[in-house]
C-alpha cells in the first residue's frame, strides 16, 4: 500500500487482544515517584477516560504510550506486541493526539498544521491535495474553509481546540488521545466538542484515551473509566457503573468534594 | 572538627560544580552530535532550512553591516591617532584590514548575531517546548532534532560567513570612507595598500571563524530553547543563557582558532 501522506495504518488487530495495554508501569523523576504500577487495557473501538486530581501522572501515561517519556519498568503492548522502538515513525503513525493547550504550530496557517503530517510523511502529499483534505478535516470538526488561511493566533480558544482535533483525525488514526479537550472553555463549547469527540470516535471506529477533570466530559466520551490516584489505577470500570461504585476515592472525585480520602492539598 | 568539616563542605561545592560543568559539557555534546548525525538520515526539510537562512542571515545583515561600519571607522581614527605618536600613521588602510578580516569582523559580527538570533531561536523553541508544540511534532512522526535543530544549524554554518565576509568588506570601507575623507589618503593607495597586505590565510581564518561561530550561535540558541524550563520565567532563563553561553563559547573560540591560524 502506497503510504503517500502517511495515512494510518491499516487495522491488523486480532480480536480479543486490546489494543492498549499498560501492565505495571512505574516512571519517577528524580525523587518523586509519578507511576507507581499502572495497569489497564483498552480494547479495539473503545474509549477509555483517565480521570485523576492535579500531578497523578495522567499525561505522563500518555506520554510513556507514545514514547514520548520512556517508562523505568513496566511493559507497553499495542495489539499484544511491545512498541518496536526500530521504527518510530510507523509506530506513531497509528496515532492521533489533541493536546491540552492545542499545540498548534505558529509560524504554519491552519490548513498547514492540519496537514502537517501529510505533508510531511516519507513521500508528501501534494499540496493542493493535502489543502483540500485539511479543508475536509476542518469542515468535519465545524470549521468552514475561510480558516483554512488564518494563523493559531487569529483563532479563539474553542477553534483551536478544533483545529488540533481536526490535526488528530487528518490521517484517520487507529488510536487517538485527548488531553484535557475542554479545559479552558466555556461550557456551551465544552459540550461542542464533547460530542465531536464522541461522534468521530465512534464514526471512525478509533481506540480513544481521554484525560480530564471534567465530569461532563467523562459522561459524554467514556465507554470505560480508570481513575489514577498515587500513580497507580485506583478504579477502572464501566461508565455505567461509575455512580453506583463504592470506592470512596472515585466518590469523592466524581462529586468533587473536599473531605475524603484524597488529600485536598497536594 | 569544625575546620576539618568546612574544608570537606569547601571541597564537596568544587567536586560539585566541577561534575555539573562535566554533565553539562556532555549533554551539550550529545545533543551537537544528534542535531549533526541527522545531516546523514532523510527526510530533510528543505523549506525550513530556506527560512532559517533568511532569518539567520538575511535579517541580520542591517546589524552585521552597522557593526562592521562604525567598528572600522572608528578603528581608523584609533590607528590613525596611535600611529602618529611614532610617525607611522601610514600604517592604517593595512591594519585597519587585518584588524577587521582577522578579528574584529568575525567576533564582533558573532557577538551581534548571536544576540540577536540565539535569543530569537532560544525563546522560539522554548515557547514550543513550553507549549507542547515539540511533543506534537513527536506525535506527528517528526523528528524534533531534524525539523527543528538541524535547519537553524546548518542556516548558521552557512550564512554566518556570508554575513562576516560582507561586515569585513563594510568595515574595510569604514576605515576607508574616514581615511579617505578625514585623515587625508589618496583613494587608490588606501585601497592597494589594504589588497597588498590581505592574504588569503587572513581571509581563510575570517570564514573559518565564521563558521564556527555561526554553529556555536545557533546550537546554543537551539540547547537552550530545547531544554527551557516552565513558565515565563523558564523561556526566560533560557535566552538569557543562549546569549550568555554563545558569547562565551564565541570569544573562547576565537582564541583557539587564532592559536590555531597564527
Known amino acids: 500500500m502506497a503510504d503517500s501522506g502517511d495515512i494510518a495504518l491499516p487495522d491488523t488487530s486480532t480480536p480479543g487482544v486490546p489494543r492498549i495495554e499498560l501492565r505495571d508501569v512505574k516512571k519517577r523523576f528524580g525523587h518523586?515517584?509519578?507511576?507507581?504500577?499502572?495497569?489497564?487495557?483498552?480494547?479495539?473501538?473503545?474509549?477509555?477516560?483517565?480521570?485523576?486530581?492535579?500531578?497523578?501522572?495522567?499525561?505522563?501515561?500518555?506520554?510513556?504510550?507514545l514514547g514520548i517519556i520512556r517508562c523505568d519498568s513496566g511493559q507497553i503492548l499495542l495489539d499484544g506486541?511491545?512498541?518496536?522502538?526500530?521504527?518510530?515513525?510507523?509506530?506513531?503513525?497509528?496515532?492521533?493526539?489533541?493536546?491540552?493547550?492545542g499545540a498548534l504550530f505558529d509560524s504554519l496557517s491552519v490548513w498547514q498544521n492540519v496537514a502537517f503530517r501529510l505533508r510531511h510523511a516519507r513521500r508528501p502529499?501534494?499540496?493542493?491535495?493535502?489543502?483540500?483534505?485539511?479543508?475536509?478535516?476542518?469542515?468535519?470538526?465545524?470549521?468552514?474553509?475561510?480558516?483554512?488561511?488564518?494563523?493559531?493566533?487569529?483563532?479563539?480558544?474553542?477553534?483551536?481546540?478544533?483545529?488540533?482535533l481536526a490535526r488528530a483525525i487528518a490521517t484517520d488514526p487507529r488510536i487517538i488521545f485527548f488531553d484535557e479537550p475542554t479545559a479552558g472553555l466555556d461550557p456551551i463549547m465544552a459540550g461542542v466538542i464533547?460530542?465531536?469527540?464522541?461522534?468521530?470516535?465512534?464514526?471512525?471506529?478509533?481506540?480513544?484515551?481521554?484525560?480530564?477533570?471534567?465530569?461532563?466530559?467523562?459522561?459524554?466520551v467514556a465507554?470505560?473509566?480508570?481513575?489514577?490516584?498515587?500513580?497507580?489505577?485506583?478504579?477502572?470500570?464501566?461508565?455505567?457503573?461509575?455512580?453506583?461504585?463504592?470506592?470512596?476515592?472515585?466518590?469523592?472525585?466524581?462529586?468533587?468534594?473536599?473531605?475524603?480520602?484524597?488529600?485536598?492539598?497536594? | 572538627?569544625?575546620?576539618?568539616?568546612?574544608?570537606?563542605?569547601?571541597?564537596?561545592?568544587?567536586?560539585?560544580?566541577?561534575l555539573g560543568l562535566l554533565m553539562a559539557t556532555g549533554r551539550l555534546a550529545i545533543f551537537a552530535g544528534n542535531a549533526l548525525s541527522q545531516i546523514a538520515r532523510p527526510p530533510y526539510y528543505p523549506v525550513e532550512l530556506g527560512r532559517q537562512l533568511l532569518s539567520v542571515g538575511y535579517f541580520s545583515l542591517p546589524v552585521v553591516g552597522m557593526t562592521a561600519l562604525f567598528t572600522g571607522a572608528a578603528l581608523a581614527l584609533q590607528i590613525w591617532a596611535g600611529g602618529a605618536r611614532f610617525n607611522a600613521g601610514t600604517v592604517v588602510p593595512s591594519i585597519v584590514a587585518i584588524g577587521i578580516v582577522r578579528?574584529?569582523?568575525?567576533?564582533?559580527?558573532?557577538?551581534?548575531?548571536?544576540?540577536?538570533?540565539?535569543s530569537s531561536i532560544a525563546a522560539e523553541i522554548g515557547t514550543m517546548r513550553v507549549t507542547e508544540q515539540i511533543d506534537a511534532l513527536t506525535t506527528l512522526s517528526t523528528d524534533p532534532m531534524k525539523y527543528l535543530v538541524l535547519p537553524r544549524v546548518l542556516a548558521g554554518i552557512l550564512a554566518v560567513p556570508v554575513l562576516v565576509a560582507i561586515g569585513d568588506v563594510i568595515g574595510i570601507f569604514g576605515g576607508y570612507l574616514i581615511g579617505t575623507t578625514r585623515l587625508g589618503f589618496n583613494s587608490g593607495a588606501y585601497i592597494k595598500n589594504t589588497l597588498d597586505f590581505l592574504t588569503a590565510t587572513d581571509i581563510a581564518?575570517?570564514?573559518?571563524?565564521?563558521c564556527a561561530f555561526g554553529f556555536i550561535l545557533t546550537l546554543m540558541g537551539c540547547y537552550h530553547g530545547y531544554h527551557s524550563g516552565r513558565g515565563a520565567q523558564g523561556v526566560g532563563a533560557a535566552t538569557t543563557n543562549a546569549v550568555v553561553s554563545a558569547s562565551i563559547l564565541i570569544l573562547a573560540a576565537n582564541y583557539v582558532l587564532t592559536e590555531a591560524f597564527f
Not at chain 1, 461522534?199 to 481521554?210: D, H, K, P, W
Open chain 1, 125 to 164: 502529499m501534494p499540496r493542493k491535495e493535502a489543502r483540500e483534505r485539511a479543508i475536509e478535516k476542518l469542515r468535519r470538526v465545524g470549521l468552514g474553509p475561510e480558516t483554512a488561511d488564518l494563523y493559531p493566533a487569529e483563532l479563539s480558544g474553542g477553534m483551536q481546540k478544533r483545529v488540533g
Open chain 2, 205 to 210: 581564518s575570517s570564514l573559518v571563524k565564521a
Open chain 1, 81 to 101: 506486541q511491545p512498541d518496536d522502538s526500530s521504527d518510530r515513525r510507523t509506530f506513531l503513525k497509528q496515532f492521533g493526539m489533541l493536546f491540552q493547550g
Open chain 1, 32 to 65: 518523586k515517584r509519578v507511576l507507581n504500577g499502572v495497569s489497564f487495557k483498552v480494547m479495539p473501538g473503545e474509549s477509555l477516560v483517565i480521570i485523576g486530581g492535579s500531578g497523578t501522572g495522567k499525561s505522563v501515561t500518555l506520554k510513556c504510550i
Open chain 2, 1 to 18: 572538627m569544625i575546620l576539618l568539616r568546612l574544608v570537606v563542605a569547601f571541597l564537596a561545592s568544587i567536586g560539585r560544580s566541577t
Open chain 2, 103 to 118: 578579528e574584529l569582523g568575525p567576533v564582533l559580527g558573532g557577538l551581534m548575531v548571536a544576540g540577536r538570533v540565539s
Open chain 1, 194 to 220: 464533547n460530542d465531536l469527540i464522541r461522534e468521530l470516535v465512534t464514526e471512525m471506529g478509533a481506540t480513544a484515551v481521554t484525560i480530564t477533570h471534567d465530569m461532563t466530559t467523562v459522561r459524554t
Open chain 1, 223 to 266: 465507554d470505560h473509566v480508570a481513575m489514577l490516584h498515587d500513580g497507580k489505577v485506583q478504579w477502572f470500570g464501566r461508565i455505567e457503573d461509575m455512580d453506583s461504585a463504592t470506592d470512596p476515592y472515585l466518590d469523592q472525585f466524581i462529586h468533587g468534594r473536599a473531605t475524603g480520602p484524597i488529600a485536598a492539598i497536594r
